[in-house]
């Protein structure tokens, strides 16, 4: 079946420092990918995406790669903030299955120090 | 997008007792999905609910503890019923549609069970 494997938290980064997390995945079809974020106390919200091979997704300065031939899908931003902490969720939706379901990774937290 | 909004936000209850959650979308979605995220974990689907057919239930979660009801394109409940301390966790729903391949998440009820 689907899975997402992502690197484990919590990361703790200096203020403007570069970040990284990384994230794979295993689909029989050709999934869409997902980054979700998710602030304390709140729901979950879209950070980006892509749909197919080579796509970048980008948001509030996050990029991601969709990288068939590594099945990978990180995260990337140059210089994080102390809003930047939040758990990032990497997640797929592989339409071969039909209707559209998310499978999430476990969740990265990342911690964004002064 | 869509707007999706929960109710009740949060709620303490009893071991045997049940508890229905509302979610509302702003916009009319062809697809809700409702989620389970317990404690320090991540997104665990609970079940697929389209309008004018029975919810599609994920391995482990049955109707009979999970009823969900979709009487329309914009709503949908899901009940925990006959509670034990096991199912204290964030229930989360979502919404989108096929063609946009992307869900908007609310922001979850927060439910301990005593």
């Known amino acids: 079946g689907d899975s997402v494997t992502q690197m484990e938290g919590p990361v703790t980064l200096s203020e403007e420092a570069f970040l990284t997390i990384n994230c794979t995945y295993t689909a029989t079809g050709y999934p869409s990918l997902f980054w979700y974020v998710q602030y304390p106390g709140e729901g979950l919200q879209l950070l980006l995406k892509a749909t197919k091979a080579d796509d970048k997704g980008s948001n509030k300065g996050f990029e991601a790669t969709y990288r068939k031939e590594t099945t990978s899908f990180h995260l990337e931003k140059g210089s994080v903030q102390v809003s930047d902490s939040a758990v990032y969720f990497c997640?797929?939706?592989?339409?071969?299955?039909?209707?559209?379901?998310?499978?999430f990774g476990t969740g990265t937290q990342l911690k964004v120090e002064l | 997008s869509a707007v999706i909004s929960q109710k009740p936000s949060r709620d303490i209850c009893q071991r045997g007792t049940s508890l229905t959650i509302q979610c509302q979308v702003d916009s009319q979605v062809t697809m809700m999905f409702w989620y389970r995220q317990q404690p320090g974990q991540s997104l665990t689907l609970i079940a697929t609910a389209n309008q004018g057919s029975e919810a599609t239930y994920e391995s482990g979660f049955v109707i009979d503890k999970f009823p969900i009801s979709r009487p329309n394109l914009t709503f949908s409940t899901l009940t925990v019923s006959n509670m034990s301390p096991e199912d204290s966790s964030i229930y989360l729903c979502?919404?989108?549609?096929?063609?946009?391949?992307?869900?908007?998440f609310g922001p979850g009820t927060r439910l301990t069970v005593l």
């Open positions: 979502s919404g989108g549609e096929v063609s946009y391949n992307e869900q908007f």
């Open positions: 997640a797929l939706s592989d339409r071969a299955g039909g209707g559209n379901k998310l499978t």
